[in-house]
């Protein structure tokens, strides 16, 4: 294509001086956007085969003189084949470096009720979680976003925390932000990881997470899509102690559902 993309930046050089560096990035981001659309495309396909497969799984475990337990390793394996390339998608989508429409109304008191639900589902009544929600208390940007951001946070929290073990859902305002926080007291992680954790594919214990069907890309996906939000993810966390996960939306992207209704 005949269009082009420089980067330049302006810098301090010397006391008085400033210098500008102009970079050709055309080719750089041809070969990212190759890179997700290829991603995309392969994801995308590996959709309808993994669809099929389980059908007949789900099939064969209807029949007589099936091993029952090895057909359930096959579906197990299946699922998570599928949940991966789930996330696959929704990363390639949640990457693209755009910024989110903030007239777009987000309602949290709804989005937070359902992932509540989907929470205990999830843990199956192994957790004691709590939320604590401020109903008059959106925001403006992309619901899809937000919602995976939340969900991923929760899905962790009760994925890497001991049977019998609470968990804090909050979202409240601070000062001049809205927060959000996961709290939970299960197996928390070193410091050394801590700056690690929103690359794609890291896990911390490969072993562990595999158990629990996690693909290594959820916080990458929280990280993009916070991005997009003007915000980032803060982690504070001690091995074996617990951690807290969690983000602030700034002012100017708050939509107070009372004052709107007034
Ligand atoms: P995964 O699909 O493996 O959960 P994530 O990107 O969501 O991938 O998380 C990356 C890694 O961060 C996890 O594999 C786990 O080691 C660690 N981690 C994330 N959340 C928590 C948590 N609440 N407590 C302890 N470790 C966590």
Redesign the pocket.
């Known amino acids: 294509s005949s269009s082009w993309l420089l980067e330049v930046r302006i810098m301090a050089y010397g006391d008085n001086q400033k210098l500008l560096l102009a970079r050709d990035v055309t080719r750089l981001r041809q070969l990212e956007q190759m890179r997700r659309d290829f991603v995309a495309n392969v994801s995308h396909e590996l959709k309808t085969p993994l669809t099929v497969l389980q059908g007949y799984l789900e099939m064969m475990a209807m029949m007589p003189n099936i091993d029952g337990k090895q057909v359930q390793a096959m579906s197990d394996q299946t699922e998570r084949m599928k949940s991966l390339v789930e996330?696959l998608l929704t990363l390639s989508k949640i990457e693209v470096g755009t910024q989110v429409d903030p007239s777009m109304r987000v309602g949290m008191s709804g989005l937070l009720l359902q992932l509540k639900e989907e929470a205990s589902a999830l843990s199956d009544g192994r957790h004691n979680i709590t939320f604590e929600v401020d109903e008059e208390l959106d925001i403006g940007g992309d619901e899809l976003q937000i919602r995976s951001a939340c969900a991923?946070?929760i899905?962790?929290?009760i994925?890497?925390?001991p049977q019998g073990s609470s968990i804090r859902v909050r979202w409240f305002k601070y000062g001049d932000v809205a927060r959000f926080e996961?709290d939970?007291s299960?197996?928390?992680?070193a410091l050394e990881?801590i700056p690690r954790?929103?690359e794609r594919f890291?896990?911390?214990?490969?072993a562990?997470?595999r158990q629990?069907?996690?693909?290594?890309?959820?916080?990458?996906?929280?990280k993009h899509a916070l991005s997009h939000h003007n915000s980032e993810l803060e982690i504070h966390?001690k091995l074996g102690e617990?951690?807290t996960?969690g983000f602030s939306i700034p002012a100017n992207l708050i939509a107070s559902s009372k004052r709107e209704r007034a």
Do not use: E, K, P
């Open positions: 996330q991923n946070l899905q962790n929290a994925h890497y925390s996961v939970d299960g197996d928390g992680i990881h954790l929103t890291y896990r911390v214990d490969r562990r997470s629990t069907g996690g693909s290594g890309l959820g916080l990458a996906i929280v966390s617990g951690s996960f």
